[in-house]
């Protein structure tokens, strides 16, 4: 088969990619392909209904649980903050009037002090962070976005770059773009794409050497008919030493169900040896001894361990450091390479590297670079 022609192919349809493909459209660059390798879009952003099941962030829904990132801070990210307006969405901020509890020792009751609120305020979003997924692809022309396709190899051709690409059935179809926008952590595509010829080894090592933010993390989520921690003067928010989860916080989503979540604290490489049903029970048993018997029957609960995710986690990113570093280069300074090819997964931005914030300041970064050099 002869290969397909884009101007622009945007590997990866998390909030970065998404972000990119509206601004190149918005541009007037309609001829883009946007490639995600897994089933749906949306990335490290993940949402269960509340029902427990796993849910397509590009469908719009109110009654719907983060498993991935929950809030953003409008006052220091004004890009974002824009973007949320644009987009039409309704924020509100984090539920934290009460009392916290704080687990220190096994055995011990947990203390129960005056809650701290968070200054300037986290914000979420009304259907959760999939809202943003759902709206930017409404807005997207479907025909340009592939999902289920795995871009695997590119190879750097005279005024080109072919790439291969892979769909769920195994099959390979080659791509050709003149720009190429890598909207993945820099980690990943150090590491799973292969490029021909070599990237410089010194930028490869950057990349690797950028830990993807929150791969080593796993997210335990349960859902309640109503907040009843709420009528006992409790914030749900909750530090634990004993865990398994180490930081807890209401995540309710007003006009729909309530919610409790919390971070597991057990390491990557220890969660590998464990079920995950079992995990799950220990944190029901860890919220009923937070918040009572009524916490130990949810509706539904799910969990989410992003560090055995391959589409965002490498070998490197099982140990629990996983902090935020200052981004690598987006592309090669000289070489084949240099004129058509960026990074804009959110490690890339500068400002806010890992963050939502920094997936919309990078894509954008990115966008203008792309259409400067296509010009
Ligand atoms: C548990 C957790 C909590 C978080 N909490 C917050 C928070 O509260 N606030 C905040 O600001 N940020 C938070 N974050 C970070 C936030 O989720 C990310 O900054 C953001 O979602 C990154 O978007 P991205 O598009 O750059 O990358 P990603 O969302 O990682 O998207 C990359 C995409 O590339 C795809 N892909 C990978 N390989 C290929 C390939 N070979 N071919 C095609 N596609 C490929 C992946 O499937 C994925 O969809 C959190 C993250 C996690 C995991």
């Not at 809030?71 to 539920?95: K, N, S």
């Not at 990074?343 to 500068?350: F, Q």
Request: hydrophobic share 45%; net charge negative.
């Amino acid at each position: 088969m002869p290969p397909t022609l884009a101007d622009v192919a945007v590997i990866g349809g998390g909030l970065s990619g998404l972000m990119a493909a509206l601004l190149l459209e918005q541009q007037g660059t309609h001829d883009v392909a946007l490639f995600e390798a897994r089933p749906g879009l949306g990335g490290r952003i993940a949402s269960m209904d509340a029902a427990g099941a796993p849910v397509d962030c590009a469908t719009p829904a109110l009654d719907r649980f983060d498993l991935g990132p929950t809030w953003f801070w409008p006052d220091y990210q004004p890009q974002l903050a824009r973007l949320v307006r644009d987009l039409g969405l309704t924020c509100f901020e984090q539920y934290d009037r009460g009392d916290m509890l704080i687990e220190r020792f096994a055995g011990e009751p947990a203390l129960r002090r005056p809650g701290l609120r968070s200054a300037p305020a986290s914000v979420r979003l009304s259907g959760g962070t999939g809202a943003l997924i759902a709206a930017l692809h409404e807005r997207l022309d479907a025909r340009r976005i592939h999902v289920g396709h795995a871009v695997r190899r590119l190879h750097r051709a005279a005024d080109h770059v072919e790439l291969e690409v892979e769909n769920a059935r195994g099959e390979i179809a080659c791509w050709r773009a003149r720009q190429v926008l890598l909207a993945l952590p820099p980690r990943l595509a150090a590491s799973r794409l292969a490029f021909e010829p070599a990237l410089p080894a010194e930028l490869l090592r950057d990349w690797l050497a950028t830990p993807t933010w929150m791969a080593p993390h796993a997210k335990y989520v349960a859902v309640y008919e109503r907040p009843f921690w709420r009528d006992m003067g409790l914030s749900g928010d909750a530090q634990s030493r004993h865990g398994p989860l180490v930081e807890i916080h209401d995540v309710s989503m007003p006009g729909g169900h309530a919610a409790l979540f919390g971070f597991v604290g057990v390491p990557a490489t220890a969660r590998r040896g464990l079920p995950a049903q079992v995990l799950q029970t220990h944190c029901r048993e860890q919220f009923a001894r937070l918040f009572g018997p009524a916490a130990a029957h949810p509706l539904a609960d799910g969990l989410k361990d992003w560090a055995a995710d391959p589409l965002t986690a490498t070998d490197a990113d099982q140990d629990a450091a996983g902090h935020h570093v200052a981004a690598p280069p987006a592309r090669p300074a000289s070489g084949p390479w240099s004129a058509c090819l960026a990074g804009i997964g959110s490690e890339w931005s500068a400002e806010y590297p890992g963050y939502l914030a920094g997936a919309v300041d990078a894509a954008a970064r990115g966008v203008r670079a792309a259409l400067g050099a296509s010009a």
